[in-house]
């Protein structure tokens, strides 16, 4: 009987594609146990945003979180996402950095850590493969899927094979803006599973263009292994296919799941309390679960067109959006043909947004796309415009080495500065990734504290 996996993202990256990641562990916490038993390959719970998430508007402590998860699933496969060298953050970090908060990580509860980079520069990810490894978790190499005349099916394998020979256990189609038509998905599996027959291969797409379960299918039926689907309350839209859905089709025809159908509704019965909740106070926003096709002819993910929306309506020139639209896929082959994920789909945007309202191409050029110029992001993609850098760059050579190699250790300092404010390694690597948004949590904490023990001495 043929197989195929899930990997549950409703902890994760089906919160974070609709509600910006504001889900709090209180709501999480009563079907964590159902969760525990459902089935499930893994359940992504951690990394992405929600470290920041948690940070700056949940008031949680997001190690805390990570330790709940596996208090409260002590069987499942506890599943994170790291952006290589740039962790959880925006930057890249010195590898001391990044070799501790793996190990951190693991200790606190991690069993999978997905593992990509937005240029798919596997010089940013070698590290952080080798360190979870050792650490004794599964690295899974995720590739940043995209398409453009320079991402070739070749070029694709060619990164997969690179990434099994440093240690990757487990390959990941990551398909963020939801782009992958069946056919690709089809003949990229196809490709991968000829040339790895023996590597599980992971396939996450989103609904935003309506191609998902479409997809899903196609790669399923070539040998894709393991599929991310999210509880059907917070499915479709900007997240992920439901996870019923694709359990009912599959074993429908004949393939084995491994799902308790009967926790399947529980857990989603769980969470439809809390979505009926977050669409009427406005968190989660009817546009979020609608289809939206622009995506495959501009190759904007959901969550980057939400952002270019917003800033264009501070700047009250929404009117502009098309034109915005139409200038992103050539900011977006100025620059090499970046893969539109963060921190790329942030730099990309933000650029097109200038250029438009400015009236004039690179005028204005943000400090991320300099540094991207640099090099110091990685080595991009395709060709980058001659001219423009140039015209940012002058005579100064962009790096060729790995940016994080220029970096000086950065650990043992930061926790010496902090002193008696960081309670903990987890602390430090904290303030590392947010130094201002950790210290006002720091701040609330010792608050909160202080206000119990008044309260437990009043009533004493």
Not at 330 to 359: C, E, F, H, I, W
Not at 422 to 448: G, N
Request: proline share 5%.
């Amino acid at each position: 009987m043929p197989k195929v996996q899930f990997t549950e993202t409703v902890l994760r990256d089906a919160n974070q594609s609709l509600i910006a990641t504001r889900m709090p562990i209180d709501v999480m916490k009563p079907v964590l146990a159902q969760m525990d038993r459902a089935g499930y390959y893994s359940i992504e719970c951690w990394g992405g945003a929600t470290f920041d998430s948690c940070l700056r508007y949940l008031d949680e402590d997001p190690w805390q979180r990570l330790r709940t998860f596996r208090k409260e699933m002590p069987h499942a496969k506890l599943q994170m996402l790291l952006r290589g060298q740039n962790l959880l953050g925006y930057k890249h970090y010195p590898d001391d950095v990044v070799v501790r908060f793996i190990e951190r990580s693991v200790a606190n509860g991690i069993d999978i850590i997905r593992i990509f980079d937005a240029l798919n520069d596997l010089r940013n990810i070698k590290l952080a493969v080798e360190t979870t490894v050792k650490a004794g978790a599964l690295a899974s190499g995720a590739i940043s899927y995209t398409t453009s005349p320079v991402h070739t099916l070749e070029k694709y394998v060619e990164l997969c094979k690179e990434m099994t020979q440093m240690g990757c256990g487990t390959i990941c189609i990551k398909d963020m803006a939801g782009v992958i038509t069946p056919k690709e998905a089809y003949d990229l599996v196809s490709a991968i599973k000829d040339a790895l027959p023996e590597t599980p291969l992971v396939l996450h797409t989103h609904c935003t263009t309506g191609m998902a379960y479409l997809s899903v299918l196609k790669a399923v039926e070539a040998g894709c292994d393991v599929i991310d689907t999210a509880s059907s309350c917070f499915s479709g839209g900007t997240s992920q296919p439901a996870t019923e859905t694709l359990y009912d089709a599959f074993s429908q025809m004949g393939y084995e799941c491994g799902l308790d159908r009967s926790a399947l509704k529980t857990i989603n019965d769980h969470f439809k309390g809390y979505r009926d909740e977050c669409l009427k106070s406005g968190l989660l926003k009817p546009k979020a679960m609608a289809t939206d096709t622009d995506a495959l002819t501009y190759k904007v993910p959901g969550g980057m067109l939400s952002n270019l929306m917003a800033q264009l309506e501070t700047m009250h020139a929404l009117d502009r959006l098309e034109e915005v639209l139409e200038e992103t896929p050539r900011v977006r082959k100025d620059l090499g043909y970046p893969p539109l994920v963060t921190p790329m789909s942030q730099m990309v945007g933000v650029q097109a947004v200038n250029n438009v309202l400015a009236g004039e191409r690179y005028k204005n050029v943000s400090k991320e796309v300099k540094a991207y110029l640099r090099g110091e992001y990685g080595r991009a993609p395709g060709p980058v415009d001659a001219d423009l850098q140039k015209q940012i760059l002058g005579d100064e050579e962009p790096l060729t080495c790995r940016y994080a190699d220029t970096l000086e250790p950065a650990f043992e300092k930061t926790k010496a500065e902090l002193g008696e404010t960081a309670r903990c390694d987890e602390d430090v690597l904290s303030y590392i990734a947010f130094p201002q948004v950790a210290e006002t949590f720091f701040q609330h904490r010792k608050e909160k504290e202080e206000k119990t023990v008044r309260f437990t001495i009043e009533k004493l």
